[in-house]
C-alpha cells in the first residue's frame, strides 16, 4: 500500500509534463535564436546587414573575421585573455582548496571569523570599488601590468571559490586525516594526496566556473590597463562599437571569436559543471 501511494505522488500529469517541455523548448529557442542570427549575420557585409538585418547571407564572406581578427588585434587579445583567465583560475582553485582545508580541518576557534570575512567578499562588486582599486594600482606601479589585473581577477574569485570548498571539504571524515597524520604524514602530503583527489568534484566545478567569470569580464582590463597589448577578447571587440560609426559585421565577427571558445567549453565541461555541484557544492 505504501509503495503504491508513493508511486502515485511521483507520477507525473501529462498536462503538467506538456507544459514544462514546451516551456523550455520556447526558452531554448529564446536563447539560441540571437545567437544564430549573430553567426550567420557575421557572414554579411554592412550593407547587406543594414537593408536585410534578419535574412541569411546571400553572398557570405569570411571579410568580416579576417578584418576584425586583424584591425583589433585579435591574436593579442586572445592570448592576453587565456593567459589572464587560465593564470587567474589555476591560483584562485589552488588558495581556495587550501583555505577550505584550513578552515575546516585546523580547529582553530577563529575559522568561523575568517570564513565569514572570505564570504562578504561575495557583497563587493568590481563596480563599487573600481576606482579607488585603480588609484591604488597606479600609486604602487601595477597600472597596466599583467600582473594588476590577475591579482584582482583571484580576488574577485575567491569568495565563492571559498565557500563551495569550504562546504565540500567539511563532509570530508575527520578520521580520514586523523588516520594519515597517525601514519606520519604532514599536512601538504594530506592537502596533496587526500583533499585534492577526494575534493575533485568540487575543483572541476570552481575551475568552470572562474574561468568562464574571468574570460567574460570587462571592467577591470578595461580601467587598469591602457596599451593596446594589453587588451583582452571583450575589450577588444568593444573597440568596434564607435559612437558615430559602427561597422556591424565587423562587430559580430568579433563577438563569435570571442563567445565561440567559452561556447565549446561549456559543451565540454557543463557534465563536470552538474556533477560538482551535485557531489560537490551541496555536500555538507
Avoid at 14 to 22: L, Q, V
Avoid at 135 to 156: D, H, M, Q, R, S
Amino acid at each position: 500500500m505504501t509503495n503504491k501511494i508513493i508511486l502515485e505522488r511521483k507520477r507525473i500529469n501529462p498536462g503538467t509534463k506538456a507544459f514544462a517541455y514546451t516551456f523550455l523548448l520556447a526558452f531554448t529557442l529564446l536563447t539560441l535564436m540571437p545567437l544564430i542570427w549573430l553567426l550567420y549575420s557575421s557572414f554579411k557585409l554592412q550593407g547587406e546587414i543594414m537593408i536585410f538585418p534578419f535574412s541569411l547571407p546571400k553572398n557570405p564572406t569570411i571579410e568580416n573575421y579576417l578584418s576584425a581578427w586583424k584591425l583589433g588585434n585579435m591574436g593579442m587579445a586572445a592570448f592576453n585573455s587565456i593567459f589572464y583567465t587560465s593564470i587567474a583560475t589555476i591560483i584562485t582553485i589552488f588558495l581556495s582548496l587550501s583555505i577550505g582545508f584550513a578552515l575546516t580541518k585546523f580547529g582553530f576557534k577563529s575559522a568561523k571569523v575568517y570564513y565569514s570575512i572570505f564570504t562578504l567578499g561575495l557583497l563587493i562588486t568590481v563596480n563599487s570599488v573600481i576606482a579607488p582599486l585603480f588609484v591604488l594600482e597606479t600609486n604602487i606601479g601595477l597600472y597596466n601590468t599583467k600582473l594588476g589585473v590577475i591579482l584582482p581577477y583571484i580576488a574577485f574569485g575567491l569568495p565563492m571559490a571559498i565557500l563551495l570548498s569550504t562546504s565540500y571539504i567539511r563532509g570530508i571524515p575527520d578520521s580520514l586525516i586523523e588516520a594519515a597524520i597517525i601514519d606520519g604524514a604532514t599536512y601538504l602530503q594530506i592537502f596533496n594526496k587526500i583533499i585534492i583527489v577526494i575534493c575533485s568534484p568540487v575543483l572541476a566545478t570552481i575551475a568552470i566556473l572562474t574561468f568562464l567569470k574571468n574570460w567574460n569580464e570587462f571592467i577591470l582590463v578595461f580601467v587598469l590597463t591602457s596599451g593596446e597589448n594589453m587588451r583582452s577578447l571583450p575589450v577588444s571587440i568593444n573597440s568596434f562599437a564607435g559612437r558615430l560609426n559602427v561597422n556591424y559585421g565587423m562587430q559580430f565577427a568579433a563577438l563569435v571569436i570571442g563567445t565561440l571558445p567559452m561556447i565549446l567549453f561549456y559543451i565540454v565541461a557543463h557534465d563536470m559543471l552538474i556533477k560538482g555541484f551535485g557531489e560537490g557544492a551541496l555536500k555538507e
